[in-house]
T-cell receptor, first 114, second 111 residues
Framework: DTEVTQTPKHLVMGMTNKKSLKCEQH?????MYWYKQKAKKPPELMFV???????INESVPSRFSPECPNSSLLNLHLHALQPEDSALYLC?????????????FGNGTRLTVT | GIQVEQSPPDLILQEGANSTLRCNFS?????LQWFHQNPWGQLINLFY???GTKQNGRLSATTVATERYSLLYISSSQTTDSGVYFC?????????????FGKGTKLSVKP
């Protein structure tokens, strides 16, 4: 079982909907990440939080809004998405955002935008 | 930015066979990790190995940082080894926490 828990597992939303993806870890990690993975492609980094502060935003459109309420939780708020945003969204955590800190992934949320 | 190339892109093995997957990178790295993504999408961290050799059961990995490559060895393969194997690196000049993934090697192990 993964130690990074993501909910929901599947999500179907219309282009006018607002939804949120949630991620939780209880390993005491202080770095958390959102990745996006399209079919048959590698994961692509979206956001990095270090000690609850946003440290990397990989030029992600504003219709994706991350939030880190505390060191264990990471949310991704979705609004006015496009069909091309359909993908597997992966949350990950590591002890810190530096070397010698392996990345642990959750099982992902499969998002379909209709 | 740093480039990551994995080979082969696809690999089909009979159960029990051994295999070697390769990851080449274009610049010096301070972070290199190998992952296995199973057919259900779950990504598992196999090794954190910016240099040296590590072993974990039937899997082992070696990174030769000076020559900019890493190898993942799978011995006595099993059908549960099927999936995509990703190498991911972070260069010294990049933003901390920004792992760059290769395109992966898709492994199919036949019974």
């Amino acid at each position: 079982d993964t130690e990074v828990t993501q909910t929901p597992k599947h999500l179907v939303m219309g282009m006018t909907n607002k939804k949120s993806l949630k991620c939780e870890q209880h390993m005491g990690h202080r770095a958390m990440y959102w990745y996006k993975q399209k079919a048959k492609k590698p994961p692509e980094l979206m956001f990095v939080y270090s000690y609850e502060k946003l440290s990397i935003n990989e030029s992600v459109p504003s219709r994706f809004s991350p939030e880190c309420p505390n060191s264990s939780l990471l949310n991704l708020h979705l609004h006015a998405l496009q069909p091309e945003d359909s993908a597997l969204y992966l949350c990950a955590s590591s002890q810190v955002v530096t070397v010698n800190s392996p990345l642990h992934f959750g099982n992902g949320t499969r998002l379909t935008v209709t | 930015g740093i480039q990551v190339e994995q080979s082969p892109p696809d690999l089909i093995l009979q159960e029990g066979a051994n295999s070697t997957l390769r990851c080449n990178f274009s610049d010096s790295v301070n972070n290199l990790q190998w992952f296995h993504q199973n057919p259900w999408g779950q990504l598992i961290n196999l090794f954190y190995i910016p240099s040296g050799t590590k072993q974990n059961g039937r899997l082992s990995a070696t990174t030769v940082a000076t020559e900019r490559y890493s190898l993942l060895y799978i011995s006595s393969s099993q059908t549960t080894d099927s999936g995509v194997y990703f190498c991911a690196v972070e260069g010294y000049g990049g933003s901390q926490g920004n792992l760059i993934f290769g395109k992966g090697t898709k492994l199919s192990v036949k019974p």
